[in-house]
Each structure stands twice: as structure tokens, then as C-alpha cells.
């Protein structure tokens, strides 16, 4: 009925809509008006982002009591959601340190193009050989962060990475449920306090992996040569003193040693003088059948079923290399699901598994933001 009386009125139906050619222009849809009823934003970061580049100014301001501070410029992103800056320098005394770009949005920290003077910084003499080695006195990188979380149930989905030109990248991740730090309180809890945090919660997951890209060869270098050995000779030392430690140090735990655990040891042995060798990547795992809880590893002395119970696994070899796909190959259909053009179209923007191709990526993305398609 309500159909027959929009055709009457000459009112097209929203299915003979849906089945009509779009015209290559793209009209945005109008943007529902605000009630009072609209949903406030999920978590404090969300709310407070829109007014991120005041907020930076207000830190700024602050900061310039300590160092000199300058950037080139500050803004919201309303697309990314996200405060942008850029040509950020700090400076005090022997200090000079600068990032291209800082992003920060409600659960990633982006800074690019880290550059951090050292020259003039008070480091040890080992640190110091080590950077005219590398021929990095001024070190340069990226770093990122990224934190998900259910805040109601204090749930965390934690990932940092650390890449240095010349010398590696260092990769740490880390799934939590129900963390929380808690601050020793004197005469409450069942010790004096000590002021030492109590660490409470349950570990899913944890990783942490180090690609090398020169670091190695210029440690047994520098240290090779602090005991009169050669670079091949420090190399020899330090993977034999590893796989004797390895193995040394699991089969002194407290309890007793376990066969399980002394066995796995000396897989891991193996696997670290590997690297050592022939130093490529090292990754190092934790994945436990059941959240184990962290107080387990936090209360005294950690035990060999303690060790067995976080499921480690230790991985060397050559970093994976991802076999670039022929943009050419990748075809969606003009009315294809947004599940699959979202994807596609990333990949084609950050150039991630295929050659970068911002204009097509973008161009696949116009209809779906010509929509009002927030992810678009």
C-alpha cells in the first residue's frame, strides 16, 4: 500500500532506486541533524581528539618552559580522526631531536622520520663506537604505537615497533584481559609497602621479535675488539656462550628441572646460536592454552611449570618477504561489497603487497564516500 501510494504521488520506491545507474557525479548525502539524543563519543580520546591541535597548543606552551619547542604545523583530521603535526623540533642544551610527522588518533601514535642528535649527548664510550660504527651519531627511524582496548573490562591489545635506519626494527606485542597496575598501599596491603607496583591481570599473547639489519655485525666489532678479538671470533664466542647459558639457565629453576622444559631449551639453544651466526630475525612467543595470570610470574620465583604453561616458541631465520601482487589483477565489481573494496583499496593506497597506486585506490573509495561511508 505504501509503495502504490509513493507511486501515485511519483515517488520513486527505494528498490527501483537501488536498480537505477548513479550518474558519474557524486552528491553527498545529507548529514543527519544533531539531537540531543545523538550518541556521545566511545572513550575520552574519541571526544577530546576534535580539540586535539588547542590541546597540543596548551602542551607546547608548557613544554617551552623546559626546551625550545617549534613545529611547522598542527590540525584535526576529521577522516582519519586523528591530530597531525609536522617539523616537530625540541631542543635544550645537548639536546636536538625532531619528528617529520606525529599522528596520534584514539588508539594509534605514529612519529615519523625520527631524527635524535647525538653528538653532543654525554653517552659511554661502548654506545659511542657503536654509532660511528653504524655511522648513525645522528639516529634516525619510526616508531608506532597502538593500543585497543575494552575499557570495561580493562582488556588490551598492545603493540609497539622501533625500526632504526642501519641498525634493525624491534617488534613487541601483547594481549592482556583484565590488567591493572596497582600502587602498593602502606599498612593495607598484607606487606609494607615498598612502593613497588603490583602487576594484576591475565596474559593471552605475547611477542617480540628484532629484524636485523647491521647492528650485529657492528656489536661483534666493537665488542670483539674491547677483548682483542676479531669480528669472526666475537661471533663464535657469543654463540657458543648462548647456547651454553640457555641451557644452564632452565635447568636451575626452582622445583626442580623438567625434562619437558629441559628439552625445549635445547631447541631454543639451537635456534639463538642460529641467529647469532647468521643474524637475520629472532622472534620470541608466548601463547598459552588459558590466560595465564600474571601474578604467576610477578610472586617470587618462576618455576619451570610456570614457563611450560606460557607455551613459548623461539623462530630464527631470513625476514618474510611479501610477493608484491599485479595491481592490474585486482578487479571488484562496480556494486561490490564495501567488505571488499575497503581492503583492496588500502592496500593500493599504503602500497602494502602491491605497487602503490594512490588515484586507483582512491577511485575505488569515491562511491562508498560519496555515501557518507565513514570507513571510505
Do not use: C
Not at 501515485?8 to 527501483?16: H, L, N, R
Not at 602542551?59 to 611547522?72: D, K, L, M, N, W
Not at 610470574?297 to 611479501?322: C, K, M, Y
Amino acid at each position: 500500500m505504501l509503495a502504490a501510494a509513493m507511486a501515485a504521488m511519483g515517488v520513486t520506491s527505494v528498490q527501483t532506486a537501488a536498480a537505477q545507474t548513479v550518474a558519474a557525479q557524486i552528491v553527498p548525502a545529507q548529514r543527519p541533524v544533531a539531537t540531543a539524543d545523538t550518541k556521545w563519543p566511545d572513550g575520552f580520546m574519541a571526544f577530546a581528539l576534535p580539540y586535539s591541535p588547542y590541546l597540543f597548543d596548551l602542551v607546547v606552551y608548557a613544554g617551552r618552559s623546559v626546551a625550545e619547542v617549534t613545529y611547522g604545523t598542527r590540525r584535526y583530521d576529521p577522516v582519519t580522526r586523528s591530530l597531525v603535526v609536522t617539523d616537530l623540533e625540541i631542543r635544550r642544551d645537548a639536546l636536538q631531536a625532531s619528528i617529520g610527522q606525529l599522528r596520534v588518533s584514539g588508539d594509534e601514535a605514529v612519529y615519523e622520520n625520527v631524527a635524535v642528535d647525538t653528538r653532543a649527548l654525554p653517552l659511554d664510550p661502548t654506545t659511542r663506537a657503536v654509532l660511528r660504527k653504524l655511522d648513525r651519531e645522528i639516529v634516525t627511524g619510526d616508531v608506532a604505537l597502538t593500543g585497543r582496548m575494552d575499557a570495561a573490562a580493562s582488556d588490551y591489545d598492545l603493540s609497539a615497533s622501533l625500526r632504526i635506519d642501519g641498525a634493525g626494527t624491534l617488534e613487541i606485542t601483547a594481549d592482556l584481559e583484565g590488567f591493572h597496575i596497582l600502587a602498593p598501599i602502606e599498612g593495607f596491603d598484607d606487606v609494607e609497602a615498598d612502593g613497588t607496583p603490583k602487576i594484576a591481570g591475565r596474559l593471552r599473547s605475547a611477542r617480540i621479535g628484532f629484524a636485523d639489519a647491521g647492528l650485529a655485525s657492528v656489536l661483534y666489532e666493537v665488542f670483539g675488539g674491547q677483548q682483542g678479538m676479531t669480528a669472526e671470533q666475537a661471533r663464535g664466542t657469543a654463540s657458543m656462550m648462548a647456547g651454553i647459558g640457555v641451557t644452564a639457565l632452565f635447568s636451575e629453576l626452582p622445583g626442580g628441572a623438567s625434562p619437558r622444559l629441559q628439552e625445549m631449551a635445547r631447541g631454543w639453544s639451537a635456534t639463538i646460536q642460529s641467529f647469532l651466526i647468521q643474524p637475520d630475525r629472532l622472534e620470541i612467543s608466548l601463547d598459552p592454552a588459558l590466560p595465564l595470570d600474571l601474578a604467576n610470574l610477578t610472586r617470587g620465583a618462576v618455576g619451570a611449570e610456570d614457563i611450560l604453561a606460557l607455551n613459548p616458541t623461539v623462530v630464527a631465520g631470513t625476514s618474510q618477504l611479501i610477493a608484491l601482487v599485479d595491481p592490474t589483477t585486482i578487479t571488484l565489481a562496480p556494486d561490490g561489497p564495501i567488505e571488499a573494496v575497503l581492503p583492496a583499496a588500502e592496500a593500493l593506497i599504503e602500497g602494502r603487497g602491491v605497487p602503490q597506486d594512490i588515484a586507483r585506490g582512491v577511485t575505488l573509495l569515491l562511491p562508498a564516500a560519496g555515501s557518507d561511508n565513514r570507513a571510505a
